[in-house]
């Protein structure tokens, strides 16, 4: 998110942005400070300063002010003049004032600190994985993203395999399972309820066992998915402990049918549960 300016910068930024547009050279400005004006400039063209005791139109909201021309227009905090000065000296006053003052204030102090501030929130966030996941479960996560990347498990109609991290949920169990990969399990019209679904818990390792133990009649996409697959079973086991395999669908018979979710879940030493999903069709 981008830095919000307090409403006092605001009002300082415009004050100063306001002061900006006027003349800064005493000899050129002449006849030039009301911007409707076109011949000399009287009183009335410092409409933004505090009435004086000159012959300045009344209606302004400052004070009045005491002293000499040349004393008002370099010592007060306005943009004070005597309705016989000349503006320019006003503006070339007041202007050097403000420039050092409120500019400087405005940029040095609520600017820097709020970029500071959301920048440091930012990336601590970041470190941390933005969700509560320590940095070992980040870094599980992001060396399978990478291992899991274009690979697909075959079945009726093949699935890629997402990677997921819980934070804090650390043991998975049968009894919790379907409270914490809940959000990640989509029910299609015509499923049973996932709470009707039934659970399947096997070794972590039987899906790599198919998927990597080569066959006579393997082409070599079979072998290149081997080779998918192995680097996939040495990420999780180098990452993760207490690794678990569940299959969640409808029961059909002594099986489940249909649309299976299937996870592979391990630990990290901060209490943290890293994973894969997929999908396998069987009917």
């Known amino acids: 998110m981008s830095a919000r300016l307090r409403p006092s910068t605001h009002l300082l930024l415009s004050f100063a942005a306001l002061l900006a547009c006027s003349p800064s050279d005493p000899g050129t400005t002449e006849g030039t400070t009301d911007g409707t004006s076109t011949g000399e400039t009287d009183a009335t063209t410092s409409t933004t300063s505090e009435p004086t005791t000159g012959d300045a139109p009344t209606g302004s909201t400052g004070e009045p002010t005491t002293g000499d021309a040349t004393t008002d227009a370099t010592t007060s905090d306005g943009t004070t003049?005597?309705?016989?000065?000349?503006?320019?000296?006003?503006?070339?006053?007041?202007?050097?004032?403000?420039?050092?003052?409120?500019?400087?204030?405005?940029?040095?102090?609520?600017?820097?600190?709020?970029?500071?501030?959301?920048?440091?929130?930012?990336?601590?966030?970041?470190t941390t994985g933005g969700e509560g996941l320590g940095p070992d479960a980040q870094a599980a996560i992001d060396a399978l993203e990478l291992v899991v990347d274009g690979v697909l498990w075959p079945s009726e109609s093949d699935y890629p395999w997402i990677v997921f991290g819980l934070p804090d949920a650390a043991p998975v169990t049968v009894d919790n399972l379907k409270e914490l990969v809940g959000p990640l399990i989509v029910v299609d019209d015509g499923e049973a309820p996932l709470e009707e679904q039934t659970i399947e818990e096997k070794p972590w390792d039987a899906i790599f066992l198919q998927m990597t133990t080569p066959q006579d009649w393997w082409t070599d996409y079979e072998i290149m998915r081997a080779e998918q697959y192995q680097?996939?079973?040495?990420?999780?086991?180098?990452?993760?402990?207490?690794?678990?395999?569940?299959?969640?669908?409808?029961?059909?018979?002594?099986?489940?049918?249909?649309?299976?979710?299937?996870?592979?879940?391990?630990?990290?030493?901060?209490?943290?549960?890293?994973?894969i999903q997929t999908v396998t069709v069987e009917t």
Do not use: C, Y
């Open 81 to 126: 003049t005597d309705g016989t000065t000349s503006p320019v000296d006003t503006t070339t006053g007041d202007e050097t004032t403000t420039t050092t003052g409120d500019d400087t204030t405005t940029t040095t102090g609520d600017d820097t600190s709020d970029t500071t501030d959301t920048t440091t929130g930012s990336t601590t966030d970041e």
């Open 231 to 275: 680097a996939i079973q040495d990420t999780l086991d180098a990452h993760l402990v207490n690794l678990k395999m569940f299959r969640i669908g409808e029961q059909s018979g002594n099986w489940l049918s249909g649309a299976i979710d299937m996870f592979v879940i391990g630990e990290t030493a901060d209490g943290d549960l890293v994973g």
